[in-house]
């Protein structure tokens, strides 16, 4: 045991003279505060670490937490510097991965990721990596010559997950009806040092050695895997208690006959329980190069002479598992009733009472631990016959422990042990520099080996990420057999009813693709059969390739410029799709290639292109059908706030993408009025056209025009029409207010290199006076001034302005462009809150000539508001038209080939009915003029 506790200070001590090569550099490096899991109050290195690196001139920050075991005054006396802010350090280090919202872009991190697998828990994290460039050092890929790692905690995993293990059997032990010394060992964490709970342990031997324990139970048996540091670690405790260790071979004998005074221990090899299954030889040369050839008889020479099993190993795909459900099965069949066996002392139902998996690999070695335990749940019944696990240490089953922070219960010695072994390699990660090429980096093998992101890349030995995640995706994907399955490109606003609709028919699967893994990942929570996924459509394109070749259906919610790169796969790949937004000319321009793949894509099969439309040609056609001619038509809509929402300047929040809704006030439109076409050029005129609309004469309403209208006197069949025109609603003010940000050059999407991430921190009233030509220092009654006569001297648009604190020293977020910068703002500000519910307002005026010279003019309105802390308005007006489309095209009610808009009656009649049928109400009215 004495090894576990003496320090490694020599190994820090022989990396002295390598630090001088950094002496001319003021290295800053950082600690950070591990907030990922309550339990973890350990640090990378320990304050006698931190003194060496300051006595060698480099600057350490480190995080303040109350959490961290070690007090952070012994830290101060090390000459560490406490603080929040990280940013200055070019190096940050901690334990456990951070939370994704707190990885500052560029800088050098090192921290245990578990992403090397592909873990699906763990893909976000490597998004957000990749695409803040981070240069990832995992401590668990840092290994030597022999592939032996050399920064880990893993002899003090060993120790805690065998402490905790012994007080899990004692428990077991109880529930079976047996006192045992065992119960007297309390969990790891509740001892104050690791010498404690010797001590505990220690007396558990005693009473063990006294004769104590239960003869009904018989004789006590481990075995170890693994001869590692996990599996030294874990003997080590057990070294404490009367134990004789025997050959494999040997437990069966001593698992019947042994002594009841002490217990047996064996530790399992390769060569112990591996065989070729061709021959049950073992060679460990072909073994390396060919797992797959091999199988494992642990489950029936090992295992059933097993009390409990210590698992230190990791599994890889290729090679054998140690158990498998069946084996589990198998091995939790009722034993011969012991002679010795009684009502109060009862024998017990099987040999294999409990494993402890520190390897905590789930689906590994250990194939059915699915899902690791808790330092708070410690403990749970796995029920073989029933493959479900049982909160409890009663019923049937096998007893499991698989906390995969174990260390964290002996934070001390182990935060100790842990930076003995990474401080030597510390030196050459101070001066990494994230945003250098990585080749450029005077890295050791063990430190450039390890480096998992860099420079926005999976570094080339980790490239294969990318292949088991495909794989493993494709695997939940292909696993139900006779589901249609419907690939859904996002997870933002509106993809909610379209999951939710579409998963109504059991036979129907939908995963979910999106850069944002979380929101998809609470969509699979929420609806049976979907499947999320992390996809980038725009850079993945291998990927997204091979998903749209495993579904039926693709339903993109992105971005309407990458329809064409993505209807581009589904032509490639013969499969249907459906969008909500315009039929682009990129897009049109792919009508003969999806004629001839014999595919079908729906476009503009949402509300405004979508229900407007269905609206629209359902009244012309019915009209015409009546012998009547279209003599005007105008329709606006708006995604707007609740009125009692909507209590800000801009009178507005956001139910989609904010940059998009502030584009569109500088686009250009186009209309027809009185057989006169009007033009307003793009810049944001737009803002100056609007009118007062005053149909519903409750809502205090303005609209504009939305881009050309004229393109659709042939789209609609009304080249009649004298009047045609298309716009957007919003409450008054709306159009003010937005003027005044136009006139600020602040609607502007061109590269602003001052507000990268890389750039020193910019405020508004910074901002406002370089789009003014004003030097930033100008008094603040200058600055002002200068404001209020750009703007017009519109007293509105400056107190619109002022209320969103953009005449401030408040910073503006990083951006790469004015205009998304403003979009955060704004959406940071105009996000609608909990309990809050937009509204969705359509409003259809059609002027019919009948053929008695009489003038009707046919209103056609819809208003729609969302249900609070459920699907907004605009998602449901979005979402469910095209997940109707999408079921039609399933069901072959749309046959028509190439591209296809919902104009048709073959469309817009079944789909009109099944929106009512989703409480989607359109009311109608008329006027009529002589």
């Known amino acids: 045991m004495f090894r576990l506790l003496s320090h490694g200070g020599q190994r820090s001590r022989r990396c002295l003279s390598v630090q001088r090569r950094y002496d001319h550099h003021r290295a800053v490096m950082a600690i950070r505060r591990e907030d990922i899991n309550p339990w973890e109050r350990r640090a990378p290195l320990a304050p006698k670490h931190v003194k060496e690196l300051t006595n060698a001139g480099v600057k350490v920050l480190l995080q303040p937490s109350n959490r961290r075991a070690i007090h952070e005054k012994y830290y101060l006396r090390a000459g560490a510097v406490v603080q929040e802010d990280l940013s200055e350090a070019s190096l940050i280090i901690g334990v456990k991965r951070p939370p994704e919202e707190k990885i500052i872009p560029r800088k050098t991190y090192a921290f245990f990721s578990h992403t090397i697998k592909a873990q699906e828990a763990n893909m976000g994290l490597l998004e957000d990596l990749l695409s803040k460039e981070v240069r990832l050092i995992d401590y668990e890929k840092m290994v030597d010559a022999n592939g032996f790692r050399i920064v880990a905690f893993g002899q003090w995993a060993g120790v805690a997950g065998m402490i905790n293990i012994l007080h899990g059997l004692g428990l077991r032990f109880l529930a079976l009806g047996h006192h045992t010394p065992f119960l007297h060992i309390g969990m790891a964490h509740n001892y104050r040092s690791v ?478 009025q009185d057989n006169q076409v009007v033009e307003i050029p793009a810049g944001g005129s737009l803002m100056e056209s609007s009118t007062s609309k005053d149909f519903f004469p409750g809502f205090n309403l303005e609209g504009f025009p939305n881009r050309d209208s004229t393109i659709y006197s042939e789209s609609y069949g009304i080249q009649s029409a004298h009047t045609l025109i298309r716009g957007t609603l919003r409450f008054k003010g709306f159009t003010k207010a937005m003027t005044g940000f136009v006139k600020l050059g602040l609607i502007n999407s061109e590269p602003c290199p001052a507000l990268l991430p890389t750039s020193p921190p910019v405020s508004w009233k910074e901002l406002l006076c370089k789009q003014m030509g004003l030097s930033s220092s100008v008094s603040d009654e200058a600055f002002e001034e200068a404001v209020y006569e750009r703007i017009g001297k519109d007293d509105f648009a400056m107190e619109t302005l002022r209320w969103f604190g953009m005449l401030s020293e408040e910073s503006v977020l990083h951006a790469d462009s004015v205009l998304a910068a403003l979009a955060k703002h704004l959406e940071g500000k105009l996000s609608f809150a909990e309990g809050e519910r937009d509204m969705i307002i359509m409003r259809n005026d059609v002027g019919l000539r009948h053929p008695t010279g009489e003038l009707e003019t046919k209103h056609i309105s819809l208003v729609v508001y969302g249900t609070p802390n459920g699907f907004s308005a605009m998602a449901k007006t979005v979402g469910y038209p095209a997940a109707i489309a999408a079921r039609m095209v399933l069901d072959g009610e749309i046959t028509t080939k190439g591209l296809v808009v919902p104009m048709s009656k073959e469309i817009y009649e079944p789909a009109l009915a099944r929106l009512k049928e989703e409480g989607l109400h359109f009311m109608s009215k008329s006027d009529l003029q002589e």
Not at 198 to 207: K, P, T
Not at 323 to 340: E, F, G, M, N, V
Not at 487 to 507: A, I
């Open 195 to 672: 010498s404690q709970a010797i001590q505990a342990v220690r007396d558990c031997g005693y009473e063990i050695s006294m004769g104590l324990m239960p003869k009904s139970i018989g004789p006590v048996t481990f075995c170890f895997t693994g001869t590692g540091n996990v599996s030294k670690g874990a003997q080590d405790i057990l070294n404490e208690l009367p134990v004789e260790y025997v050959e494999p071979h040997e437990l069966k004998d001593v698992s019947e006959i042994g002594e009841m005074s002490r217990v047996y221990a064996t530790v399992l090899s390769r060569h112990h329980h591996l065989m070729r299954k061709s021959d049950g030889l073992y060679d460990p040369m072909e073994y390396e190069d060919h797992p797959e050839l091999y199988t494992s008889h642990f489950r029936t020479s090992v295992a059933p002479y097993t009390t409990c099993l210590i698992n230190g190993v990791y599994w890889d795909p290729h090679t054998p598992r140690l158990l498998r459900r069946i084996d589990a099965q198998k091995l939790i069949k009722p034993l011969k009733k012991s002679p010795l066996a009684t009502e109060g002392a009862p024998h017990l139902p099987h040999k294999l009472l409990a494993i402890c998996d520190i390897s905590a690999d789930t689906g590994g070695s250990i194939g059915f631990m699915s899902e690791c335990t808790t330092i708070d749940k410690p403990f749970c019944m796995y029920d073989a016959d029933q493959h479900v696990d049982h909160d409890s240490v009663e019923g049937n089953g096998i007893l499991m422990c698989s906390i995969d922070n174990l260390p964290a219960q002996l934070p001390i010695g182990a935060t100790d042990y842990f930076g003995d072994r990474l401080f030597p390699y510390l030196w050459e990660m101070l001066p990494s520099d994230a945003s250098r090429p990585l080749d450029e980096e005077d890295f050791s093998p063990q430190v450039r080996d390890a480096v998992i992101t860099s420079n926005g890349v999976l570094t080339p030995k980790f490239e294969y990420i990318n292949k088991l995640r495909e794989r493993r995706e494709k695997a939940q994907i292909m696993k139900k057999t006779g589901m249609r399955r419907v690939l859904l490109l996002g997870s933002g606003y509106v993809s909610g009813p379209v999951v939710e609709y579409l998963t109504r028919d059991k036979t129907t699967q939908v995963t979910v693709a999106s850069m944002m893994l979380r929101q998809a990942e609470e969509l699979a929570e929420k609806y049976p059969n979907t499947i999320p996924v992390m996809l980038d459509a725009g850079s993945q394109e291998g990927h997204l390739d091979s998903l749209v070749k495993d579904h039926d259906l693709v339903i993109s919610m992105l971005p309407y410029s990458l329809h064409p790169l993505i209807a581009k796969h589904c032509i490639r790949r013969k499969v249907n799709m459906v969008t909500a937004s315009y039929l682009s000319p990129a897009m049109k321009e792919l009508q003969s290639s999806a004629e001839e793949a014999g595919i079908t894509i729906v476009n503009e099969m949402g509300l405004d292109p979508g229900i407007d439309h269905m609206l629209a040609m359902e009244c012309i056609d019915k009209a015409k059908a009546d012998g009547c001619t279209v003599e005007s038509y105008s329709s606006f809509c708006g995604g707007l706030p609740a009125p009692e929402c909507s209590d800000n300047p801009l009178r507005y929040k956001f139910s989609w993408s904010p940059y998009g809704v502030l584009l569109n006030t500088i686009s250009p439109a186009i209309f027809l």
